[in-house]
């Protein structure tokens, strides 16, 4: 059985940053160990060297014609920097990432820019059953099973391979019952930066039994650069006509609820925190959001559009 997904974000900042003035600008070599961040200090490929679990990671630059670039650490296969150019053609982080290795093995470290797997989201109970047999896993979210269990795949080594200057690929086998998710998944997914400035992540999984796979990445972004403040002021249009409703756990209810007249409705674009601080019972569960929308099926370029956001100077 196999199985194919693809995410594919097309980054545009329309952002004015002022840039520190020893960072290097948008025409200047960056050195082949570091890449540059958002607030202009190096990031260090040897700060991301290590053996962990008997394997070794390490940072890989990803750059395309356009001077966009990319950091990507095979520890977790996370995102660490994404520079793209502005407006005005200045280079702005727009990842939120971490300095270096260390910071992302803390019991705090939030899934910054990691693939997630086996499953992303919820599992309710911490159990499914499948085929007539019930698989338990480890609830590491109250009673649930957040993102694969205690030890997901942003949390282990990843066989990372440099295709081209802008591509990279990682693989890895997730074990039978690791994690207490049946069968041998083999799972590919690759980085690739664009000629018109995204980036797009491709993923594919292969299994030898009948298993539940939810594959995704967990980065975060801020279009108007990394420490630059809030993202509430970010404009934001979802291709989506309804939601679910969550309960205390962050459990969908298995109700599909229109978002028309909800804090839910991004139909057309809308500043993301224009109404998060209203006391409304629909965003209580999630202190905000953070609930599934359910996507409309509006294409563009043949795939799927989800969502639209613009940073905010």
Known sequence: MKINALLLFAVTTNVVVSCNNSAPGA????????TVTGKGSLLSKSAFEATFDGKQTSLYFLENHNGMQAAITNYGGRMVS??????NGDMVDVNIGLPDLQSYQGPNDGYFGALVGRYGNRIGKARFTLD??????????????LHGGKKGFQAVVWDAKKINDSTLELNRVSADMEEGFPG???????YALTANNGIEITYEATTDKTTVVNLTNHAYFNLNGEGSGTILNH????????YTPVDTGLIPTGQLAPVAGTPFDFTRP????ARIGEDNEQLKNGKGYDHNFVLNGTKVNGLHHAATVTGDR
């Open 184 to 190: 041998n998944l083999q799972v590919k997914v690759t």
């Open 82 to 87: 994404l520079r793209v150019p502005d407006k």
């Open 27 to 34: 025409n200047d070599k960056v050195p082949e160990d570091s």
């Open 270 to 273: 809308t500043t993301i925190g």
């Open 235 to 242: 404009r934001m249009q979802i291709y989506a006509d309804k």
């Open 132 to 145: 007539g047999t019930t698989y338990t896993l480890l609830a590491n979210n109250g009673a649930n099973t």
